[in-house]
């Protein structure tokens, strides 16, 4: 598709209220493996983001997945390290 082709749908998109992880979702429907990954890359500068930014709202939205596991609820510090420990 070519960049002017990209435009003119990003614009068409934006005229009907769609946010930049809209349309994102939009392309990336279907699509599976790496090629997600080039895409958001490759649409997110048609979409005026650089490759970090299209990268980082990508995964803040969930349309790629997070290479570290999730984390354990209730478990952000270790107990001994909390704020009223008095160990030490």
Same mark, same amino acid.
């Given at each position: 598709?070519?960049t002017?082709s990209?435009?003119?749908?990003i614009e068409?998109?934006?005229?009907?209220?769609m946010?930049d992880?809209?349309? /994102?979702?939009? !392309?990336?429907g279907?699509v599976?493996?790496? =090629?997600?990954?080039e895409?958001v890359v490759?649409w +997110?500068?048609?979409?005026?983001?650089?490759a970090?930014?299209a990268l980082r709202?990508?995964?803040?939205?969930?349309? /790629?997945?997070? !290479?570290?596991?999730?984390?354990?609820?209730? =478990?952000?510090?270790?107990?001994d390290?909390?704020? +009223?420990s008095?160990?030490?």
């Amino acid at each position: 598709m070519t960049t002017q082709s990209k435009q003119r749908l990003i614009e068409m998109a934006r005229k009907r209220g769609m946010t930049d992880a809209e349309i /994102l979702r939009e !392309v990336l429907g279907g699509v599976y493996g790496s =090629r997600r990954r080039e895409l958001v890359v490759e649409w +997110g500068e048609a979409l005026g983001l650089t490759a970090s930014d299209a990268l980082r709202l990508a995964y803040s939205v969930g349309l /790629l997945p997070s !290479v570290h596991p999730p984390r354990k609820p209730g =478990r952000e510090t270790p107990p001994d390290r909390g704020p +009223g420990s008095t160990s030490g």
